[in-house]
């Protein structure tokens, strides 16, 4: 063999090493999402080292932007909803009455995203033309620059905003067919400010539906069977989803490593367990082969320097029944390949036991981010599948 087929050899064996990784047997295109994620990982990273040489903003992941382009459908605007940028789409055909609306939240992690990047701009336009609503895709101040709370009072500040009945009636909006809806760590915050409106007396505009997909909404327990079963899962592993959750509260790293061995919550708060004791608020089939352990806990010395990761604000699943029964009805998407999976559940769970009504979608063959995973940079069948669903729940209930 000479050298040159020798080094290519090597160029593929390293090329296939890096792209490779075990997916579940009845995962669609797999080498198509390896690819995929090897991908999204290598400029992840390459942001990343790109940041710590001072680059800002994510310079790699900044080229996934687009500019608020109107064309023969929509009018597209980038404004500011009380000092937070959002994009809003409005349908050009004039309406014979008030539109319905959604005011979508984008994920990330806390740390990335954009409601300007083509895959939401994609999303919210495919929402606005198959609902004929008006769409709100709102921004928010990220991590590691800024921590918990920022990211759920920008997200909370532009969202009573839209629900001025001022602001509503600029955009022609029905005030009685609203939606808030986010996705991962949008599905965290759209969960969080949901719960927050209901106590809030100055906001008179009630939200008839919330849409979470694959929700991120608890951090006291990180070994979940999700956690278990797809620790090592394409674009969202545990270390991953652990990584995200300590630095939206804090760069301290002291928490990250108590919460990958899930000894970070104090014993005084034990009490808080009850409302994400996977134990009872799973089904049978999500919880076969695995066996409840009783939580280890940590110093409390962590929970003082960062009261938030027991902040109902921070993890909507520790919210009491009393403020969960008065929910709207609630849309939780869930992926069976997902560390997620089981904080959707749960939620699910807690919600039906306090009289909201839920519809729970699962897809036994999905995998984290599907629903962005249907525009010309990411399309992947399943993605497609989950967001024509997805399109026709939100037409058939909004």
């Not at 980038?78 to 959002?86: I, M, R």
């Not at 008065?326 to 560390?339: G, M, S």
Request: proline fraction near 5%.
């Amino acid at each position: 063999m000479g050298k040159k087929s020798l080094c290519l050899l090597i160029s593929f064996a390293l090329l296939a090493y890096f792209v490779y990784i075990p997916l579940p047997d009845n995962i669609e295109e797999p080498w198509k999402l390896m690819i995929t994620n090897a991908f999204l990982r290598a400029n992840i990273h390459l942001s990343a080292l790109l940041e710590m040489l001072g680059f800002r903003p994510l310079v790699v992941l900044s080229i996934l932007k687009v500019p608020p382009t109107s064309n023969e459908k929509a009018t597209v605007t980038d404004t500011l909803f009380n000092n937070v940028p959002v994009r809003v789409f409005v349908p050009k055909q004039k309406p014979s009455t008030t539109r319905r609306a959604v005011f979508y939240i984008h994920g990330g992690g806390w740390a990335i995203g954009d409601a300007t990047w083509k895959l939401y701009d994609e999303l919210a336009r495919q929402m606005m033309d198959k609902l004929d609503a008006v769409i709100v895709s709102t921004n928010y101040r990220l991590s590691p620059e800024y921590h918990f709370p920022t990211q759920f009072e920008d997200v909370y500040d532009a969202l009573r905003w839209f629900l001025r009945k001022k602001v509503l009636a600029e955009y022609g909006v029905d005030p009685s067919r609203i939606c808030v809806a986010g996705d991962s760590a949008g599905g965290n915050l759209a969960a969080a400010v949901t719960q927050k409106l209901l106590d809030d007396p100055e906001v008179k505009t009630k939200v008839k539906i919330q849409s979470l997909i694959y929700p991120a909404l608890q951090t006291l327990d990180m070994d979940l069977p999700s956690h278990r079963e797809n620790a090592h899962m394409v674009f969202l592993t545990k270390h991953d989803m652990v990584r995200y959750w300590s630095t939206y509260f804090t760069l301290d790293k002291a928490l990250k490593e108590a919460m990958l061995v899930n000894q970070h919550t104090p014993v005084e708060s034990s009490h808080l367990f009850k409302f994400v004791n996977w134990s009872t608020l799973l089904p049978e089939r999500f919880k076969k082969g695995h066996v409840y352990a009783n939580p280890t806990h940590g110093h409390s010395d962590l929970a003082k320097k960062y009261p938030g990761f027991l902040d109902v604000r921070a993890s909507p699943l520790l919210a009491d029944d009393s403020k969960l029964q008065h929910l709207p009805l609630t849309h939780i998407l869930t992926c069976q390949h997902d560390v997620l999976r089981d904080d959707g559940i749960m939620y699910a769970s807690r919600l039906r036991a306090a009289g909201v009504q839920v519809v729970h979608e699962h897809v036994e063959n999905g995998f984290h981010g599907i629903l962005t995973m249907t525009s010309e940079l990411m399309k992947f069948k399943v993605g497609l599948r989950a967001l024509n669903k997805y399109l026709k729940w939100l037409e058939e209930n909004l």
